[in-house]
């Protein structure tokens, strides 16, 4: 885990003055069949930012989901020490080199089944104290060799651009019922989107009157 309380404030400041982390909600397409591949009963968003993409992971009522952020106050403590599965979307490249592993091992600690979205090119924005947002830029070999160190199995996944790589870290058992479960639970994650959608559109009127 990230320890300097400095680095963390700049994503601090980030997250007060604008709508940021927010990106990972656009994967959903390339993470939900994973997801439902694996059908954990709780999931961790592991450096979720602003994001509701683990909202809309919820793919049947039973499922427990969970969000964390050490920038983002309410959110900013695990909220559990165990999870099913823990998504880390659009997160390790903002991790400091030094404290990489560390990381990794807290997720890999949390649940041995975890989901990877990592950018692996500098990032458009840049950070209060005057640095690029990505301060771990590294090509998808170099994370591919890091999580193997962490987890028994890496699985490389098509990314959504040539600037990602996306990884899990348990095996693939693709089916006719995985693909009959997907069509048949569409519907469910597509009506939980709107209901979040929905829920925040709600809240911002209230704020507003």
């Not at 030094?98 to 990877?116: E, N, P, W």
């Amino acid at each position: 885990m990230i320890r300097n309380e400095a680095y963390i404030d700049n994503y601090r400041q980030l997250h007060h003055y604008g709508a940021y982390g927010r990106s990972s909600e656009k994967l959903i397409a390339h993470i939900l069949p994973e997801v439902l591949e694996l059908h954990p009963a709780t999931i961790l968003d592991y450096g979720c930012g602003q994001s509701r993409l683990v909202n809309m992971l919820q793919y049947s009522p039973d499922v427990r989901v969970y969000r964390y952020d050490p920038a983002i106050e309410g959110i900013d403590q695990l909220p559990v020490q165990r999870a099913d599965l823990v998504i880390n979307t659009d997160v390790m490249e903002h991790i400091p080199p030094a404290d990489v592993d560390d990381v990794l091992a807290d997720i890999r600690r949390i649940s041995g089944s975890a989901l990877f979205n990592i950018a692996t090119a500098p990032a458009q924005c840049i950070l209060p104290n005057g640095e690029n947002a990505h301060c771990t830029v590294q090509p998808a070999e170099w994370w591919h060799a890091r999580l193997q160190t962490h987890f028994d199995h890496v699985e490389a996944l098509p990314a959504s651009r040539s600037t990602k790589c996306m990884f899990k870290t348990w095996e693939s058992q693709p089916s006719k019922w995985l693909l009959k479960k997907w069509w048949g639970l569409r519907e469910n994650v597509s009506r939980r989107m709107r209901q979040v959608v929905g829920a925040e559109g709600r809240s911002a009127g209230r704020r507003a009157a």
